[in-house]
């Protein structure tokens, strides 16, 4: 069974500039969230979906905006795009009851973003 | 602000050893606490996790020992093998939410 799915898998942009990172669930999970890692720290929460809904975000700033489509997929969008932005952006996802049922989150490999 | 602190940065080992790594929470609601193998240029991949009403929990060569009075766990790997060589997270959530906290990571190399 394919896991995960993130496209592209790296990416450059400029400062100012905006970017759309997507997802793709492991078939029958219906929760997507995101993470963004920077270089030598651990992953830090962004967004979460359900059935797409938003769930839960995370200490990010308006410039990060998130959907969930209809096939359980999903994109990640940041604007106005800043040096501090660099990082790798990880999708999770999992299946229904999340961990109070077993159900933990399974991460794909992620787009490095790389801000010029 | 980190809700939990993770220790150390990095470690070495040689083949056969133990390595330990050791985590610290805060947040008293958090309830569900995996730990996270991460290999160069590849996501996160669940390694083991425990819920705090157990004090040990032992997969194969790993074992976490979690002691709810401290707020701290910890992962333990047995008969340490060069291809544990990874970054190894702890982190921390409530079996309600789909948010998880991550430490700051801790880097293991196994030594031939």
């Known amino acids: 069974d394919a896991g995960v799915t993130q496209s592209p898998t790296h990416l450059i942009k400029t400062r100012g500039q905006h970017v759309t990172l997507r997802c793709s669930p492991i078939s029958g999970h219906k929760s997507v969230s995101w993470y963004q890692q920077v270089l030598g720290q651990g992953p830090q929460f962004i967004f979460q979906?359900?059935?797409?809904?938003?769930?839960g975000r995370g200490n990010f700033p308006d410039r990060f905006s998130a959907r969930q489509f209809p096939n359980y997929s999903s994109e990640l969008n940041v604007n106005a795009l800043l040096l501090g932005d660099s990082a790798l952006y990880l999708c999770?996802?999992?299946?229904?009851?999340?961990?109070?049922?077993?159900?933990?989150?399974?991460f794909g490999d992620g787009t490095r973003l790389s801000i010029l | 602000q980190q809700q939990v602190k993770q220790s150390p940065q990095s470690l070495i080992v040689q083949k056969g050893g133990i390595s330990i790594i050791n985590c610290a929470y805060e947040n008293t609601a958090f309830d569900y606490f995996p730990w996270y193998q991460q290999f160069p240029g590849k996501g996160p991949a669940l390694l083991i996790a425990i819920r705090p009403d157990v004090s040990e929990k032992k997969e194969g060569r790993f074992t976490i020992s979690f002691n709810k009075s401290a707020k701290q766990f910890s992962l333990h790997i047995m008969d340490s093998q060069p291809g544990d060589s990874a970054t190894y997270f702890c982190?921390?959530?409530?079996?309600?939410?789909?948010?998880?906290?991550f430490g700051a990571g801790t880097t293991v190399t196994v030594r031939a």
């Open positions: 979906y359900y059935e797409k809904e938003e769930r």
């Open positions: 982190a921390a959530s409530r079996v309600s939410d789909y948010k998880l906290s």
């Open positions: 999770a996802s999992s299946g229904t009851g999340g961990f109070s049922r077993g159900q933990p989150q399974h």
